[in-house]
Each structure stands twice: as structure tokens, then as C-alpha cells.
């Protein structure tokens, strides 16, 4: 099978500095010097001729380090795997995955005992919002105290956005189908207008940052939908199948949007 490796320019310009590459192009690079030892051969020949000054330095630090390396324990197991784990999400998403099933438990008690919310189910009501709070959990800059290092890693952008976003929603999305299958509410119901959220509360957070657009939006789901459902006592359009349609197209355009503006994950203004 043939490699495509990066071409000169990209490698000679990364190796200079040059400040008029484009940040996806810097991001790709970094991701793919990862696995292609060519390429990484490439820049390394690269910065000697024309970053001496760099090379020189780099050589430096190697001489020093590798002696303190070649004497350092291997990592144990069970660090390996917090090591493989964290790529997927951050230490503080735990709790914050605990608190939203454990919303969805509640609501699914309160189901069950009949709390007086009319013919809504509350799991169905709350559902599409609460994989957003994991989201947020997952990509905030006050909440992830290695923020700093997240941001410049080499695929600290959609790459690693949409990993800790699918982290959220194999916790929740589980733990919505057994309240739904207790209570009678259909995934049809519910899974799509989840998705759109979790898609929307990406688009908007390559604008104003992630955590801001998942409170954006949770405050206007409750203000919008769940205050006037409870009050009516009845299903409104949005929860409807009817209004489904309606959801997919949410959906779609978040995708797009996501895509559009991929580079927007790798600057630090997204963990607002």
C-alpha cells in the first residue's frame, strides 16, 4: 500500500516557523508525524539545514536527557491504561457523567411515581439536553486543569473533540434507552433531538467556546420547552414525532457546520 507523506513545503515551513502556514495544515502535519517515521526523518533533515540554532539546542537537551532516560522504570499497566483512557476524556468527566445519569435515574423515579407533570415524561423532557452537560464537562477550560497542554497537542482539535463527545454520549445514551424502555418513551423520541443538541453545542462552541454554548443552549431548552410543557401538562411540537424532521435537519446542518469550521477546535478559545 502506498504512504502519502507530506510534502517539502509543509515540512521546511513547520521546521522554519514560517508563520503563513494554515492551521489545519500545521494540525495534519502534527497528527501525521505521529506514525510516519519517514516524514519525521524528513523534518528532522529539515531543521538541521535550515534551523541550525534549533538543531543545535534539541542535541543539547537529548544529551542531557538520555541518560536519565535509559535509567527510568517502565510506566506500570494500570498507567498505561489511564494514559489510553485520557485520550478519550478528561479525570474531572467522571463526576460529571455520574451527575447525568444520575438526573436521568431521578427523572425516571419521578416517571415511575407519577410526580403530577401531566401525560410529559420527564426523561423524554430532559433527555435531549443531557448529554450537552458532559459535552461541556469534557471541553472547558475550567474544568480540565491540563488545558494548556490539551490545546497544543498535536490532534487537540475535532480529532479529540469528537472522541470525548462520543465518551459522553456511550455513558448517556445507554443509560436514556433503559429509562425510555421503562417508561414507554420510544429512542425515536428522544435520540434525534439528543444527537442535534450534541451537534449544535459543537457548532457553537467553535464560535463562542463550548461550555458557553451548552449553557446557551440548555437555558433555552428549559425556557423555550420545559417550563411551557409543564405548565401545559401536555407534549409540545418539539417533543412530538411530527416535529422530528424538524431535529434531523438540526442535526444535519450541526454536522456541517462542525465541519466547516474543523480548525476552530485547536485554538484555546474553544474551552471557554
Not at 516557523?17 to 510516519?36: F, K, P, S
Not at 519517514?38 to 541550525?52: E, G, I, K, W
Not at 539546542?57 to 498505561?80: I, K, Y
Not at 428522544?190 to 459543537?202: E, I, K, N, R
Amino acid at each position: 500500500m502506498s504512504v502519502e507523506h507530506a510534502s517539502i513545503r509543509i515540512i521546511d515551513g513547520y521546521a522554519r516557523g514560517d508563520t503563513d502556514l494554515a492551521a489545519d495544515e500545521v494540525w495534519a502535519l502534527e497528527a501525521h508525524l505521529e506514525a510516519c517515521r519517514v516524514c519525521r526523518d524528513r523534518l528532522s533533515a529539515s531543521v538541521t539545514a535550515q534551523a541550525p540554532a534549533i538543531a543545535a539546542l534539541v542535541g543539547t537537551v537529548w544529551s542531557d536527557l538520555e541518560p536519565q532516560l535509559a535509567g527510568t522504570a517502565p510506566v506500570p499497566r494500570r498507567r498505561r491504561w489511564s494514559a489510553r483512557l485520557s485520550r478519550w476524556m478528561t479525570p474531572v468527566m467522571g463526576p460529571w457523567l455520574a451527575m447525568v445519569v444520575g438526573v436521568t435515574l431521578l427523572a425516571l423515579l419521578l416517571d415511575l411515581a407519577d410526580s403530577g407533570s401531566g401525560e410529559v415524561s420527564l426523561v423524554l423532557l430532559l433527555s435531549p439536553v443531557l448529554p450537552v452537560l458532559g459535552v461541556a464537562a469534557s471541553w472547558s477550560r475550567g474544568l480540565d486543569p491540563a488545558y494548556e497542554l490539551t490545546a497544543s497537542a498535536p490532534r487537540a482539535g475535532l480529532y479529540l473533540v469528537l472522541r470525548r463527545t462520543a465518551s459522553v454520549l456511550a455513558v448517556v445514551v445507554p443509560a436514556l434507552l433503559l429509562g425510555g424502555w421503562v417508561t414507554g418513551v420510544t429512542a425515536g423520541q428522544w435520540l434525534l433531538p439528543c444527537l442535534a443538541f450534541t451537534s449544535t453545542t459543537l457548532a457553537l462552541g467553535g464560535v463562542v467556546g463550548v461550555t458557553r454554548a451548552a449553557a446557551w443552549l440548555v437555558a433555552g431548552w428549559v425556557a423555550v420547552v420545559v417550563a411551557p410543557t409543564l405548565a401545559a401538562g401536555r407534549t409540545t411540537f418539539a417533543l412530538a414525532r411530527d416535529g422530528l424532521p424538524v431535529w434531523g435537519l438540526i442535526l444535519a446542518l450541526g454536522i456541517g457546520v462542525v465541519v466547516a469550521r474543523r480548525g476552530a477546535y485547536s485554538v484555546l478559545g474553544t474551552h471557554r
